[in-house]
């Protein structure tokens, strides 16, 4: 168990919709980051927080949005679904943002569009 | 940017050592590592080895780290049927975000 908690662990929707991931880092990281990973594409990193700021963006689509909120927990919205957005969703924390951070996998929410 | 590669598959008899190898391009990389992921789980980091380093041992994980080939293994000792997984390959440099491979689906049967 890393410590890290993602919420929902399934979910299930239709194309056009709008849901929201959820997570909670390892206590005491102050940085989060969310990942997707698909069968094509593999391990894509979309985002990062540290301290309730944006620090670094990927590959994330300007329908995807996420925040990270004074008690550090983060969420990763998701808006418009199309059926190539099923995928896993991480999220991973680390202590800080600095080139010697090792980052904590949670266990991932899987996204299904119908 | 940085590109990181892994071969898909690795198949290994129960007991035997088995060898992870990954390949990366960009030659700044700093931090290097492995992680591990069941299925249905996330990916839990297994070891990381810096680049000033060569070698790193872990009980039954060793990590090489050949600079020059930008060449990186993970060799997992006595292996067992707990070790089937998927095993990640992550390279980072300059910037905090590391690449991760694709991947390689480590099958170990008796």
């Known amino acids: 168990d890393s410590g890290v908690t993602q919420t929902p662990k399934h979910l299930i929707t239709a194309t056009g919709q709008r849901v929201t991931l959820r997570c909670s880092p390892r206590s005491g990281d102050l940085s989060v980051y969310w990942y997707q990973q698909s069968l094509d594409q593999g391990l894509q990193f979309l985002i990062q927080y540290y301290n309730g700021e944006e620090r670094a963006k990927g590959n994330i689509l300007e329908r995807f949005s996420a925040q990270q909120f004074p008690d550090l927990h983060s969420e990763l919205n998701l808006s418009s679904l199309e059926l190539g957005d099923s995928a896993l969703y991480f999220c991973?924390?680390?202590?800080?943002?600095?080139?010697?951070?090792?980052?904590?996998f949670g266990p991932g929410t899987r996204l299904l569009v119908l | 940017g940085e590109d990181v590669e892994q071969s898909l598959f690795l198949s290994v008899r129960e007991g035997d050592s088995s060898v992870i190898n990954c390949t990366y391009t960009?030659?700044?990389?700093?931090?290097l590592y492995w992680y591990k992921q069941e299925p249905g789980a996330g990916l839990q980091l297994l070891t990381y080895?810096?680049?000033?380093?060569d070698m790193k041992q872990d009980q039954r994980l060793t990590v090489l780290l050949n600079k020059k080939d930008k060449h990186l293994s993970l060799r997992i000792a006595d292996t067992q049927t707990g070790d089937s997984a998927i095993y990640f390959c992550a390279v980072r440099g300059g910037s905090y975000i590391p690449t991760f491979g694709r991947g390689t689906s480590l099958i170990v049967h008796p």
């Open positions: 080895i810096f680049s000033n380093m």
């Open positions: 991973a924390s680390s202590v800080e943002a600095g080139e010697q951070e090792t980052q904590y």
């Open positions: 960009d030659s700044s990389s700093t931090y």
